[in-house]
């Protein structure tokens, strides 16, 4: 009798489960949706998770709560995704700083980005930024070199904290021209900005999202990008490769939307078609080149094998540029 009853729950289920997967498709979401922001307000991630979270909620008529959960580079925000209920309700925007170099670098971190997280889409990636007030004597990176090879450690530099891919570029970046720069971390890519800004950095080492804005005020001065092309943003500003004639110099970040492993199979489909939708916008595009960053759709299935191929390789990198925490 037993094994009978269960039989024919079993046929139901599975007649049911065609009717279970349109409904998940079709009624998600029916409440607002908390995007998990690991960084500061005003930084690279911070603009870019805003603009999804907006673009979605006028396209789609969804409603995306942007909720900044910073510290330590990025995990603290991750960390809490990851606990999250999988159920599409809560989301994070995720990048390389806090998915492939944070655990790296911060001990005790329990979850593996891998194992833990679904990726969901890629939305886009920016090289890193090298730029000094415009008040500065450093007219170019040329200049920059020069000066720290003549004063070993005089010229500062902020990024957005120890161990984001921000600092670790700029770690590379000293390595390949055979230079010592003195590190300021800061919590953040604004605060390291307005330092800058303000003159008390020589240097600002950032995202390209986090300085535009001060770059088309004309307040800040781009001397380079990290990146093998110059930016689409920023098409008269040099790559590091050729301000330094540093052959096949190559650091950029990347940005993506992230749910919590188990989350269901439909719910991620429904956003990452929902996102990838608003990449192929022309509007949608501009919007995020305007902010120095390029657009790139990718499919889910891409997107976890890059997380699963990069996670393992930064791990070598973080060790080999001698990056330590304070």
């Known amino acids: 009798m037993t094994h009978r009853v269960i ?29 998990i922001v690991p960084f500061p307000p005003g930084g690279g991630t911070d603009i870019l998770a805003r603009l999804v979270a907006t673009e979605l909620g006028a396209r789609q008529g969804w409603t995306l709560v942007a909720d900044n959960k ?11 995704a990851v606990k999250a209920a999988p159920t599409g309700y809560e ?29 969901v889409s890629h939305v886009a990636y ?6 000094t007030s415009v008040s500065s004597k450093y007219q170019s990176l ?7 090879r003549k004063d070993p450690g005089k010229i500062s530099y902020g990024s957005p904290g120890n161990g984001t891919s921000i600092h670790l570029a700029a770690e590379l970046f000293q390595k390949a021209a055979g230079i010592q720069l003195t590190h300021v971390p800061y919590k953040g890519s604004n605060p390291a900005l307005m330092d800058a800004l303000a003159g008390n950095i020589d240097l600002l080492v ?8 001060q770059i088309k005020a004309g307040k800040l001065r781009a001397l380079a990008v990290t990146s093998a092309a110059r930016s689409s943003s920023l098409p008269e500003v040099p790559t590091v490769a050729q301000a330094a004639r540093l052959k096949d110099f190559d650091v950029s ?26 990449l192929q916008d022309a509007t949608v595009r501009a919007a995020i080149q305007a902010q120095g960053a ?6 889910a299935a891409a997107f976890a094998t890059q997380l699963r191929t990069e996670y393992p390789q930064w791990k070598g990198i973080v060790e080999a540029a001698g990056v330590k925490l304070d």
């Open 7 to 35: 039989r024919v729950l079993l046929v139901v289920a599975s007649c049911l489960f065609p009717f279970c997967v349109a409904w998940a498709q079709t009624s998600y979401p029916d409440k607002p949706i908390r995007l």
């Open 91 to 119: 989301l994070v925007m995720g990048q390389k700083d806090n998915l492939v170099i944070g655990p790296w670098l911060y001990k005790g971190l329990t979850w593996d980005p891998t194992r833990d997280l679904v990726a």
């Open 206 to 213: 950032s995202s390209v999202p986090s300085a535009m804005g």
């Open 126 to 131: 920016t090289p890193v930024l090298i730029a």
């Open 294 to 299: 390029e657009p790139q759709a990718k499919s």
């Open 253 to 278: 970040t990347w940005y993506g939307l992230f749910a919590p492993a188990g989350t269901p199979a439909p719910v991620v489909d429904k956003l990452h078609a929902a996102v990838n939708s608003l």
């Open 142 to 148: 040329e200049d920059v070199i020069a000066a720290a």
């Open 70 to 80: 910073a510290g330590a580079g990025g995990t603290i925000g991750i960390g809490e």
